[in-house]
């Protein structure tokens, strides 16, 4: 905000410049006359004290000899001034068929004109500066507050006064920011209020039918129900956590051998019947290894959905930037893959999931300051995922 604010002086100084010399250019074509001149108290006293000397003399017209162009001005009647290398002056005026002089006087040192544009032209800064310097102040505190908000959501202070030039537009959105935090603040306790009064229920069910030794079609179904509930508790509270950053994004430099280790002991849990690949240098990366991670198993899982028997996973670098990405054989892209990763949304052909999986994944980039794209995969022939951010602290 800095920044601006000095830019935007310096583009008014500049105009300051221009204006200025513009006016003092017309002023001087429209305001020339006749040479006048001025002699100080001072000058005149040095003068007496110099010598006998008269200080004014009267000589016929013909004994000086002037240029044209001063006799001209001698002819119309102005009074012209003359100095010498010792530093004085001296003046002349035709009266009549005579010239009277006047002087030797000392020079009389004439003050800089571009002294007094740069005094104008510093003055009117320092004025733009004083008038400006609060407004630009409270909008670094707005825009300070702007990106905390982004980060983590919180009760926003009010920090700009009510005389700011900026007030009515900090007020709002301090009101719209606390209106936000309250949305997310219910969306968090209902999160919390699902996991309580949904797990209570199933944790019964099953214990349920864990006691029933029988083997019945009805009992596999209820089973193979509570499961995919169980399952959809897991994702809302996963989204509910992205969603309230319940879970702040801290990177740290993670050996990439270990990262994959952990995560394919996860995918072969999670995806048994699933070919799954990895390659990646030996390095270590920036990131936060947990939030990574569930982006990564919910892509390979959403991948394993479509994919005949095999996913790719890569990591690489590219120049500043870290690149992952999830490849699988399948039939490849449909034509609404750019809108699934909004939130509940899911494929026409995706009769399991429940439209949180890409979000989450997208929200995790987002973390990270990287992006998600979707493409059909050059290798495998079928859907290419890649989460790409920026290898730093």
């Not at 005149?44 to 002037?66: E, N, T, V």
């Not at 006691?211 to 809302?236: F, H, N, P, W």
């Not at 430099?253 to 390659?279: H, K, M, N, V």
């Not at 079928?382 to 730093?392: D, Q, S």
């Amino acid at each position: 905000m800095r920044l601006q604010m000095f830019r935007m002086v310096g583009v008014i100084a500049l105009a300051l410049v221009v204006v200025y010399s513009a006016i003092t250019g017309l002023y001087s074509l429209n305001t020339q006359g006749p040479m006048e001149y001025s002699i100080s108290a001072a000058q005149l006293i040095q003068a007496l004290q110099q010598g006998d000397r008269p200080l004014a003399q009267r000589y016929p017209a013909s004994a000086i000899h002037f240029p044209k162009e001063l006799r001209s001005q001698l002819d119309s009647g102005e009074i012209v001034g003359l100095s010498n290398s010792q530093n004085e002056i001296r003046f002349y005026q035709l009266s009549g068929d005579s010239i009277l002089e006047v002087g030797p006087l000392p020079q009389q040192k004439t003050e800089s004109v571009t002294y007094w544009r740069l005094l104008f032209i510093g003055t009117m800064l320092l004025v733009l500066l004083a008038l400006t310097w609060p407004m630009f102040r409270d909008l670094h505190r707005l825009q300070n507050q702007a990106i905390q908000f982004s980060r983590k959501p919180y009760t926003v202070p009010q920090e700009v006064g009510r005389r700011s030039p900026i007030y009515p537009l900090a007020e709002t959105f301090r009101r719209m920011a606390n209106i936000v935090t309250g949305y997310f603040q219910m969306n968090q306790d209902l999160a919390r209020t699902i996991a309580h009064e949904v797990r209570m229920p199933l944790a019964r069910i099953k214990f349920q039918l864990a006691l029933d030794k029988t083997s019945s079609e009805s009992g596999e179904v209820i089973d193979r129900a509570t499961r995919d509930i169980e399952q959809l508790v897991d994702k809302y509270l996963s989204f509910a956590r992205m969603e309230i950053h319940e879970e702040f994004i801290a990177r740290k430099c993670t050996p990439l051998e270990s990262f994959f280790a952990d995560l394919g002991s996860t995918l072969d849990e999670q995806c048994p019947a699933l070919e799954i690949g990895y390659y990646f240098p030996d390095n270590a990366a920036w990131f936060e290894p947990d939030s990574l991670a569930i982006a990564v198993q919910n892509l390979v899982v959403n991948a394993g959905k479509y994919a005949r028997d095999r996913v790719d996973v890569h990591f690489s670098f590219d120049g500043a930037f870290c690149h992952l990405s999830i490849e699988d054989n399948g039939p490849g892209l449909a034509g609404d893959a750019a809108k699934l990763t909004d939130a509940f949304t899911r494929a026409a052909t995706d009769d399991q999931g429940y439209g949180l999986g890409l979000y989450i994944v997208k929200k995790v980039m987002m973390w990270h300051d990287g992006e998600l794209a979707m493409d059909r995969s050059p290798n495998l022939g079928g859907t290419r995922a890649t989460l790409r951010w920026p290898n730093k602290q």
